[in-house]
């Protein structure tokens, strides 16, 4: 079956843009969770949906946002973009609490 | 918050020689999930533990969830260069309002042939 898909796999974008970005989950799985991915913090939650609620958040700021729509389709958008803003951004889709998550291949956002 | 310490934080090996690494934390986890990142693209689920002083096999990949559900361990045999990448640590705790992966810095792995 189709893995995770996230779009697009690379994107620039300049300080003070906007950007969003696309998450396919597996096939019915109906959690979806995003990861920034930086070589200085390793790996930090974002959020975390299920059936389009948001059920849990990490400690970014407000900037940092997402949705999730009655297909699972997840997407995640950055508000007024810093420079270190740019990461790699993981999402992660599961069948269930505590089930293995299987992750997408990530979008690379560089922000000049 | 919960915390992962995971190490060697790299570790250079020769081909065919056994590894180990690990994760202690500072909280509880009911689940212990290790995965592989290869360059440019997400982690890959290696092995998923869900019960304490459960051992779980996969191939050359061994791992155990620790008694005190607060560590675990990933031993790789006779390791190949294939094996070369970042190997995270993951845990999960199942309770009310936690929905998320706290995950260890990484182990980067080097074989040399």
């Known amino acids: 079956k189709a893995g995770v898909t996230q779009t697009p796999r690379y994107l620039i974008k300049t300080r003070g843009q906007q950007v969003t970005l696309s998450c396919s989950p597996i096939s019915g799985h109906r959690s979806v969770s995003w990861y920034q991915q930086t070589p200085g913090q390793g790996l930090q939650f974002l959020f975390e949906y299920f059936s389009e609620t948001q059920r849990n958040k990490g400690n970014f700021p407000g900037r940092f946002s997402g949705r999730q729509f009655s297909n699972s389709r997840s997407e995640m958008n950055v508000s007024t973009l810093e420079l270190g803003d740019s990461a790699l951004y993981l999402c992660a889709s599961s069948f269930g609490q505590g089930a293995g998550y299987t992750f997408g291949s990530g979008t690379r956002l560089t922000v000049v | 918050g919960q915390q992962l310490n995971q190490s060697p934080q790299s570790m250079f090996i020769q081909e065919g020689e056994d590894v180990s690494m690990n994760c202690t934390s500072s909280s509880i986890f009911n689940t212990w999930l290790w995965y592989k990142q290869d360059p440019g693209e997400g982690p890959v689920l290696l092995i998923a533990?869900?019960?304490?002083?459960e051992l779980t096999s996969n191939g050359r990949l061994t791992a155990q969830f620790g008694i005190t559900r607060k560590d675990s361990f990933l031993n790789i045999s006779a390791s190949i260069p294939s094996d070369v990448g970042i190997y995270f640590c993951a845990g999960h705790f199942s309770g009310a309002g936690s929905y998320q992966l706290t995950f260890g810095k990484g182990t980067k792995l080097s074989v040399i042939p």
């Open positions: 533990l869900y019960k304490a002083g």
